[in-house]
């Protein structure tokens, strides 16, 4: 799998995922880089079972859910503007 190809094809489409999940743009770039780092590490385990888009948008999806965890949990429980967590 080329992955080099699915960057190419697919980057811009996770980033506007993860935009439409934050108001921040550098903060949706960062974790759409995050993404693809993590779909390059697990590529191995891809089985083709979904779509590869689908596959990317759950690990962005993921990715961003954490992120926002882990400012939640620095930011005495409140979680940041930028993630718009529905409660």
């Known amino acids: 799998m080329d992955f080099e190809k699915i960057y190419r094809e697919y980057f811009r489409d996770v980033f506007l995922y993860v935009r439409s999940l934050t108001a921040e743009e550098h903060l949706a770039e960062e974790v759409a880089q995050e993404t693809f780092v993590k779909a390059l ?40 503007e930028n993630c718009l967590l529905k409660r």
């Open 41 to 80: 590490k697990a590529i191995e385990s891809y089985q083709g079972e979904k779509d590869i888009r689908a596959w990317l948008f759950t690990i962005a999806r993921n990715t961003f859910y954490t992120h926002c965890r882990r400012q939640k949990r620095y930011a005495d429980y409140e979680l940041p």
